[in-house]
């Protein structure tokens, strides 16, 4: 028995339809497979993240939550925080934490539709290629 790699992250989404957009038109990330859901608004789309998967499972009609404890982001590693930044913000996504450095490493934060932090990412000394 062995663990051999991250398959996927799962996130639930309150609007599918916009969080299906945001990940695949803004982000631009390629769909890997949908599993149609039983209801209207509880489809299931995959989405290669880079690296990994996140699924994206649609829960229209659900109350938020605030966890005290888990998910706390989901960082992207890119080659260019700024650029990255521009043409994200071209794209009409809204930073909450526009492109700084803490040493070296350069970020920015933005959140999906549902809320979920996102990080654009770039470390010379903290990069695992």
């Known amino acids: 028995m062995a663990i051999l790699k991250a ?4 996130l639930r989404t309150r609007d599918y339809a916009a969080s299906k957009a945001f990940y695949t038109e803004t982000l631009g990330f390629k769909v890997l497979g949908q599993i149609p859901g039983r209801t209207p608004g ?3 789309l995959f989405v290669d993240i880079g690296g990994t998967t996140i699924e994206l499972i ?3 009609g659900a109350e938020p939550t605030k966890p005290t404890c888990g998910f706390v982001h989901l960082a992207f590693e890119v080659d260019d925080v700024d650029a990255t930044y521009e043409a994200l913000k071209a794209k009409g996504v809204a930073f909450h934490v526009e492109p700084r450095s803490v040493g070296d490493i350069r970020l920015a934060f933005f959140r999906d539709p549902d809320g979920n932090e996102l990080e654009l990412f770039h470390s010379p000394s903290l990069s695992w290629k």
């Open 42 to 44: 509880q489809d299931i």
């Open 7 to 10: 398959h996927h992250i799962a």
């Open 58 to 60: 649609g829960v229209e």
